[in-house]
Structure formats: C-alpha cells, structure tokens
C-alpha cells in the first residue's frame, strides 16, 4: 500500500528524517511513536507531500510518486489526512465540509453527495449536526467530522497526525472509538499518536522513531513488554 | 450665518450635481480598484517570483508617490497616447491608486488564513487554485471587509483631488464658488459637510454589512 525507501528530509540544516524505510500493508494499522521532535509528524506529512522529502523513494499503490511528475491532488485523493487541529473549513455546515471534495473533486451530484455524507456523520455518531456550523462543535466533535470529510473521497489509506492531542481529555476517548471503528472495517492506518493505550489495543505493528529513524518496531504486545533499544525503554517509562 | 445658509440653499442644485459626480468617480473607481487588487494580491501569494516582483513594484511605486502626482501624471501623460476624458482619466488614476492599498488589504487577509486550511483542503485532493477559490477566499473576503471599508471611505475623500483636472464634482465646485464670491470659509464649510454627509451614508452601510456578515469573528 506504502513504501517508502531510505527517506531523507532536511528543514534547512536541520536533518529531520535520516534514511526512514517503512511498509505499510493494505488493511494494516500502523502506529508510530516517538519523543517530539524524533521526525513521526514529519514522516506521516511526507506521505501526504505536505511535506517534500529531499532524497529516497516513496510508492503509494506500488507506484513511486515523483512530486515533479505525478500530479499530487491525484495522489491525495487516495490518501485521507486527519490533522491535529481538525483544520475543519468554518465557513461550510459540516455537511458542506464532508462533501465539499465529493462534489467539487469528485464531481459527485450535489444530492447524491448530501445523502453520501449524512451517511458518513451517521457512521461517525454525528447525525444531527449536519447542519450546524463547525464552531458550535466540541472538540471531539470536529474531529469526528474530520475523519468523516476524509473518509468522503473514500481513500485506500488514512493518515492521523495526533489526531487526539489538541482535545481536552474526556474527548479523547470518543475520537479513538471511531478510529477503532475504521480499524475493525479492514481501513489500512497510518496513525502518529501518545495514546500508547490505543497502540496497544489497535496497531498491528507499532514504529518507533528516535532521532529521525526508526530504532526499534515490531507488534504491540512484543514492543510494550520487551522493547529493545534503549531509548524505546526511557521513552515507554517516560509515558506509560 | 444668513449668508452661509443662503449660499448653502442657493448652491445645492448645483452640489447635488457635483456630488453626484463625486460618487460616480469613487463608486467606478472603486469597482475597478477591487477587481486590481484581488488580481494583484492572487499573483503575489502564487509564490511566483516574478509575479511577486510586478507586484512589490506596482505597490512600492503607488504607495511611494502622491495621489496627485500619480492623477496628473495620467492626466498629462496618457493624454499623449490615446484620448482620455478628464473623467476616465481621474477614475483610472483613482483606481490604480485604491487598488494598490486594496491589494495590500487581501493579500494580508489571504495571508492571515490559517495554514492548516489550505493543507486540509490539498489533502481531500483540492488543486491550488479551487482551494483558494473555495476555501481560502471566502475566509478571506469576510475578514476584508472591515478594511475594505475604510479604504472605501479614503477613495471618497481622495476623489477631491481630480479637482485639479478640471472635473467638476464637490471640491471644485467649492473653489469655483470660493473664488467668486470671496467666502472661501463658507465654501469650503459647505464642501466638508457634503463629504461628511456621504461618509457617514458609506459608515452607515458598511456597519450593516458588518453585522451582517459578522465580520467579528
């Protein structure tokens, strides 16, 4: 589903990403952890070319993706973004949110799109709040109606950068049922999170990332109990 | 002071006339000026170098050099080219002028949206261009709208200074009368109270489209 090889990526002499090789299977949930600033943040953008790798090789659906060559708005529509501070477009109803690229991408019939997205805010619990405007949401809320307008374009992949780091924490845990939810429906997840609780329950494979590489990874139960690099062990006491 | 309300209730047909004149000016002007700005602002947040370069340059040069300067410098210039009536050529140097400031205004809102807007909408695979159209702009337009109306309430009162190139609206129709009459105080007087009757016409408006719009949030 995603490849990518030996992945470098600088901010101006800062090296953030030093050679990252990483697979991602289809219907696979991957999660990856680190210390802030280990480059997992950096590393999920670069799979969404939000950000733009400097060398090494990225494949997403077996082909490799040259950002010079390959229209990227084609590549992103196949792969589903979730961002930290839900970035939800407050001037659309949620509704308009979820079926804005349905329709203006997609070019999807307005009334086909409408009963299309009321079925995507049904699945996320989100019902009645079609019609509302995204600030009279919680926290929780909006990002429920994120993952909603992602899984709109129907992506083979979804992305979540700390999905639940910006929400108060009795939020948190209705954001993490609709993930668990996508999870147990075969969505293959690419997710950068500190809720080790839902790695542990949710990831088939947990990444760790110290210092731009991926220092240790392996399944859940594995990695928690007995993780093996140093800094994997100072990080999980550190958190856990 | 009879004299004053005198000439004021004599010389109103005559004002209404010119106000009239001052309006079109500001309102033509002001369309134009709008349509340049946006278009300008777009080029400068393109990321396009020499877009951006055309752009530093139409507003160092604009907001560097006075508005008179720039209307008799039309006036006088173009008029060598091509024919121009004092109208066209008051309205055109009016909005090449409001239309730098006005750049400056969306190309700051444009700006001010947050970053995250336009990464959310290329990840649902929006191109650029239909993100800003649709996502961008809209946030844009509304915080725009209370500058906006002060540079509108600016080009009403810069619009004076055609004046000088002998079209009649408010201003001139005041030095004219002035000049006759020697009661350059009253008229000038006079004058003022036109402009603040029309700005405070122009505030009124705008407060309702603010409110409106709710442009505070």
């Known amino acids: 589903m995603i490849k990518v090889e030996q992945l470098h990526k600088y901010f101006g002499d800062l090296h953030v990403l030093k050679g990252v090789d990483l697979n991602v299977a289809p219907r696979e949930v991957v999660v990856m952890i680190g210390a802030s600033g280990s480059g997992k943040s950096t590393l999920l953008r670069c799979l969404n070319f939000l950000e733009m790798k400097n060398s090494g090789r990225i494949l997403i659906d077996g082909e490799e993706v040259d950002p010079a060559t390959t229209p990227l708005n084609k590549v992103r529509e196949h792969v589903g973004m979730v961002f930290q501070h839900f970035n939800l477009f407050p001037h659309m109803t949620v509704l308009e949110n979820v079926i804005e690229a349905p329709v203006h991408v997609k070019k999807m019939p307005p009334d086909e799109a409408a009963k299309w997205g009321r079925a995507l805010l049904e699945k996320v619990g989100l019902a009645d709040k079609g019609d509302v405007y995204p600030e009279k949401l919680s926290g929780g809320q909006k990002q429920r109606v994120a993952i909603a307008r992602a899984l709109a374009m129907e992506p083979s992949v979804m992305l979540f950068d700390e999905p639940t780091s910006a929400l108060d924490p009795e939020l948190v845990g209705e954001v993490l049922e609709v993930m668990k939810g996508l999870a147990a429906d075969g969505m293959t997840m690419v997710v950068v999170t500190h809720e080790m609780g839902f790695a542990r329950e949710v990831a088939d494979r947990v990444v760790f990332l110290d210092a731009g590489q991926i220092a240790e990874e392996g399944d859940p139960e594995t990695f928690f109990e007995n993780p093996q690099h140093p800094n994997a062990r100072q990080f999980l006491r550190r958190v856990l | ?217």
């Open chain 2, 1 to 217: 002071m009879t004299s004053f309300f005198e000439n004021l209730i004599n010389t109103f047909p005559a004002f209404m006339e010119a106000a009239w004149m001052t309006l079109r000016l500001t309102g033509v002007s002001l369309v134009l000026a709008l349509v340049i700005g946006l278009v300008f602002a777009l080029m400068k947040v393109t990321g396009i170098r020499w877009l951006a370069l055309i752009y530093n340059g139409y507003v160092g040069i604009i907001r560097g050099t006075p508005l008179i300067v720039q209307i008799m410098w039309l006036y006088f210039g173009i008029t060598h080219i091509l024919v121009l009536s004092a109208f066209w050529a008051g309205t055109i140097a009016l909005a090449i002028h409001s239309g730098a400031y006005i750049a400056e205004i969306f190309r700051g809102c444009i700006q001010s949206v947050d970053k995250g807007q336009m990464e959310a909408a290329e990840s649902l695979g929006m191109k650029r261009a239909l993100a800003m159209r649709r996502v961008i702009l809209p946030q844009a337009f509304k915080r725009a709208i209370p500058p906006l109306g002060n540079q509108f309430i600016i080009g009403l009162k810069d619009s004076s200074l055609v004046a000088f190139i002998g079209i009649t609206e408010i201003f001139s129709l005041s030095m004219d009368n002035a000049a006759v009459t020697f009661k350059q105080l009253e008229f000038y007087t006079i004058a003022g109270l036109y402009y603040l009757a029309m700005v405070a016409v122009v505030t009124f408006i705008l407060s309702r489209v603010e409110n409106r719009m709710d442009t505070a949030k």
